[in-house]
């Protein structure tokens, strides 16, 4: 057996509670308890994706501890003991689906989840179409999700943002500085990097835009002269990148020592994190990335009656860590408390797709609607398409070196915009 959580604390890897939703039906109350459903969650822990999954413990310890405390009330009527396992990707695709195996196979969940890129989430959903579990997934995106999809899955489900939107958003931003419109693609070759490399290129052509693109790049590349040679040659004054934080770091100190000065630079997944922004020192204001979570974000959970506001604090004062984007990732045990709320019989996989299929609720991250199929929005199946704006870094005012600011929301207008865009920030 894979020893997939090598290195975790215990309390990460296998969390057992006997829960109950927000209202605190108990076994006080008279509920009968009825035993223990076990749930899987894979996400990357270690390696290079690990702050995608910084928040995921503190995500379980929270649910545990305000939600799922004193047994979780089922559709049946019935409280049952839920138990988390938390499976380290290692931020390996082909690990995603060893540990989402051994969960289902060895371990004998009900339930399985996962988030952190399409990287991470497809093998982990094949893998449970496969094994027919029932799955529920945040942060896989819809073009990702929907790529080969002819049909609707059995077995799972996903609510993420759309291409489409993210370069709504992305343009957004862009059209507020004055610019060439030439963009240099830093693109890095993975199931990420593909996503931008198959859609984007299409799009800006229709847009108007001219793209310097030198192809993707190996990622854990060191050195980045070969494509700040073709940026500087054809004039990019925006740089659109899909980059692991240390890549892009290393592309953005050898930029701006080869004196490649953009006006704009956004930069996909790299740029989603605190570790990511501080890891450019103080080349680091006004950089961009898509926002997808922020706690200015306007929905109240059903579930937990928590504000994006709430839970960005709440992570702040029980880690001592700077809110992050993957706070958004309690939805998804948010979800899954919501669906299994609904579930007849617990015990059944059927009963839980039946209500995963019923499902029409707001979590953190925006509503989520299940009851359609294929997604009106993105014509995605077993898909719903989440809300999105833009972010752009600035130098803190607080007690942190770089605030996240909101200055474009182009595809969701509920979104509040915080603050003007700005050019990019060099040191004199």
């Known amino acids: 057996?894979?020893?997939?959580?090598?290195?975790?604390?215990?309390?990460?890897?296998?969390?057992?509670?006997?829960?109950?939703?927000?209202?605190?039906?108990?076994?006080?109350?008279?509920?009968?308890?009825?035993?223990e459903i076990k749930?899987?969650?894979?996400v990357p822990?270690?390696?290079?994706?690990?702050?995608?999954?910084?928040?995921?413990?503190?995500?379980?310890?929270?649910?545990?501890?305000?939600?799922?405390?004193?047994?979780?009330?089922?559709?049946?009527g019935k409280s049952y003991k839920i138990k988390?396992?938390?499976?380290?990707?290692?931020?390996?695709?082909?690990?995603?689906?060893?540990?989402?195996?051994?969960?289902?196979?060895?371990?004998?969940?009900?339930l399985i989840g996962g988030s952190s890129s399409a990287a991470n989430v497809i093998p982990v959903r094949d893998t449970a179409e496969s094994f027919e579990c029932p799955g529920v997934y945040y942060d896989c995106p819809g073009d990702a999700w929907g790529a080969g999809l002819t049909e609707p899955l059995k077995w799972?489900?996903?609510?993420?943002?759309?291409?489409k939107d993210v370069v709504g958003n992305f343009l957004g931003m862009w059209e507020k500085i004055p610019n060439n419109k030439v963009v240099g693609a830093l693109w890095e070759n993975s199931a990420d990097g593909d996503n931008f490399a198959n859609v984007l290129p299409g799009l800006f052509e229709q847009l108007g835009l001219t793209l310097s693109n030198p192809g993707q790049y190996p990622t854990g590349t060191e050195d980045y002269t070969q494509i700040i040679s073709q940026f500087k040659k054809d004039g990019v004054e925006i740089v659109c990148g899909m980059a692991t934080p240390g890549d892009f770091s290393n592309f953005w100190k050898q930029a701006t020592q080869q004196q490649f000065r953009p006006k704009i630079v956004t930069v996909a997944k790299a740029l989603l994190f605190p570790d990511g922004i501080n890891a450019l020192g103080d080349l680091g204001d006004g950089m961009t990335v898509e926002c997808w979570y922020h706690p200015t974000y306007?929905?109240?959970s059903d579930v937990t009656g928590m504000t994006p506001q709430q839970y960005c604090?709440?992570?702040?004062?029980?880690?001592?860590?700077?809110?992050?984007?993957?706070?958004?990732?309690?939805?998804?045990?948010?979800?899954?408390?919501?669906?299994?709320?609904?579930?007849?019989?617990?015990?059944?996989?059927?009963?839980i797709v039946e209500a995963i299929k019923a499902t029409k609720v707001t979590v953190t991250?925006?509503?989520?609607?299940?009851?359609?199929?294929?997604?009106?929005?993105?014509?995605?199946?077993?898909?719903?398409?989440?809300?999105?704006?833009?972010?752009?870094?600035?130098?803190?005012?607080?007690?942190?070196?770089?605030?996240?600011?909101?200055?474009?929301?182009?595809?969701?207008?509920?979104?509040?915009?915080?603050?003007?865009?700005?050019?990019?920030?060099?040191?004199?």
């Not at 749930?39 to 894979?42: I, L």
């Not at 709440?314 to 001592?320: K, L, P, R, V």
Request: glycine share 10%.
């Open 45 to 76: 822990l270690t390696g290079a994706m690990a702050q995608f999954g910084a928040a995921a413990k503190w995500q379980v310890e929270w649910m545990e501890k305000n939600v799922w405390k004193d047994g979780l009330v089922c559709g049946d």
């Open 84 to 110: 988390t396992i938390i499976g380290d990707s290692q931020s390996d695709s082909n690990r995603s689906a060893q540990v989402a195996a051994d969960l289902i196979n060895n371990e004998g969940i009900s």
């Open 313 to 351: 604090d709440q992570y702040e004062a029980d880690t001592g860590f700077q809110w992050t984007q993957p706070v958004c990732f309690i939805g998804c045990f948010e979800l899954w408390t919501d669906v299994l709320r609904r579930t007849k019989d617990p015990k059944d996989k059927n009963s």
């Open 365 to 428: 991250g925006g509503p989520v609607d299940w009851t359609q199929n294929p997604d009106p929005v993105s014509g995605y199946y077993n898909f719903c398409t989440k809300p999105i704006a833009g972010g752009q870094w600035v130098k803190g005012s607080g007690k942190w070196k770089y605030d996240l600011v909101i200055p474009v929301s182009a595809t969701h207008p509920d979104i509040p915009v915080g603050a003007s865009m700005k050019e990019v920030q060099y040191p004199a």
């Open 1 to 35: 057996r894979c020893h997939w959580y090598a290195g975790v604390s215990s309390a990460s890897v296998e969390t057992t509670t006997t829960a109950a939703g927000e209202t605190t039906t108990s076994v006080s109350a008279g509920v009968e308890m009825a035993g």
């Open 156 to 163: 799972n489900w996903c609510a993420w943002w759309i291409g």
């Open 39 to 42: 749930c899987g969650y894979v």
């Open 298 to 300: 306007p929905y109240k």
